[in-house]
Each structure stands twice: as structure tokens, then as C-alpha cells.
């Protein structure tokens, strides 16, 4: 089962919709009603308006990233909150906002991930900052793969398609 961690806010919308067109089921939780005696195959941390900078102590969420079976997948103010947790750097820098003429990537954020320790494999690297970031359980995007079907499909879908033989 799949499990999206989410302040309630436009960009969990995106991600349902993509997740309904592909068929995968999956469960909300909000940073503090995680339910940590349920075993989730995979869960999203989503992006947030919040500033992981002004906010990044989740009691629960620090509990499940504990978990040793737990493979995450975070997205923008989820994947700044997994670089962090695990001694990566993230810096405050101006708004940016919509997609960047080399590729049709959605970004919007303050905060961006720029330095991350060794358990990290750097995928993609933008200018001054960590695009995509992956670990032996968890990879990171500071872009919103969910924004564009397309998009969804070559970043996310991969890592979802084991799931779909549990859709309803």
C-alpha cells in the first residue's frame, strides 16, 4: 500500500488525480495522524507551501523514517525534509516559481536542497541546487513530477508500478 504524507494544500491534488488516471491505491495521512503500527510498501512526502527552513520537527515522520523497511519518495518540501533529516544542506534563496526552459519540470520553492552526505547518489544537479538525489531507500525531487501526466509517468511511475497489482 501506498502511503502520501501531505499538509493539505494544492500539491497533493495534482498527485491523487495522477494516481487515480494509473489506477494505484493509496491512503492520506497528514504529518501528524501517520498511523506507524501499519506497514505502507512505499510513502510520498509531499511538497508543501510550509518552509522546511521555519519547520522541519514532525515527531511521527522522524518515527518512520527510523523504520529500516520504510522506501520514501519525496517531493520538493518532502525531499528537503528527507536531505535534512540525514545531514544534507538546504539554504533559503528567492521564490522560483513555474517551469524552466531547458526542461518541462514544474519548480516551486524557497528552500533548495545544495549539499547532501555521502549515503546520497546525486541524479540530476540545476545550476545551484540538487534536483533529483537518491539513496538505497529513498529519492528526492525538487521539482513536482505530479504537475504534468508525462512527467509523472517517466519519474514516478516507475517506482509505483510494483503497486498497481494491489489497486482496487
Keep these: 500500500m501506498l ?3 501531505v ?11 495522477r494516481l487515480k488516471e494509473n489506477n494505484i491505491a493509496f491512503e492520506i495521512a497528514k504529518y501528524d495522524e501517520i498511523n506507524l503500527k501499519k506497514h505502507y510498501d512505499l510513502v510520498i512526502i ?3 507551501r510550509k518552509r522546511i527552513l521555519r519547520q522541519n520537527n514532525f515527531p511521527l515522520l522522524q518515527q518512520l523514517l527510523a523504520q529500516p523497511l520504510t522506501n520514501i ?3 520538493c518540501f518532502g ?3 528527507l536531505a535534512i ?3 544534507g544542506k538546504v539554504i533559503e534563496d528567492k521564490m522560483f516559481k513555474g517551469f524552466r526552459s531547458d526542461q518541462p519540470l514544474y519548480f516551486n520553492h ?14 540530476d ?3 545551484d541546487f540538487i534536483n533529483i538525489a537518491a539513496t538505497d531507500k529513498w529519492i528526492g525531487f525538487q521539482f513536482h513530477p505530479e504537475k504534468d501526466p508525462a512527467i509523472f509517468a517517466h519519474y514516478l511511475l516507475p517506482f509505483l508500478r510494483p503497486l498497481k497489482s494491489l489497486s482496487v
Excluded: C, M
Aim: aromatic share 14%.
Design 7 to 17: 499538509y493539505f494544500d494544492v500539491f497533493k491534488n495534482d498527485l491523487i488525480k
Design 125 to 127: 544537479r540545476k545550476e
Design 73 to 75: 519518495i519525496g517531493i
Design 110 to 123: 524557497h528552500d533548495k536542497v545544495v549539499a547532501l552526505p555521502t549515503l546520497w547518489k546525486v541524479v
Design 46 to 48: 509531499t511538497g508543501s
Design 85 to 87: 533529516k540525514s545531514g
Design 79 to 81: 525531499f528537503q525534509y
Design 3 to 5: 502511503l502520501l504524507i
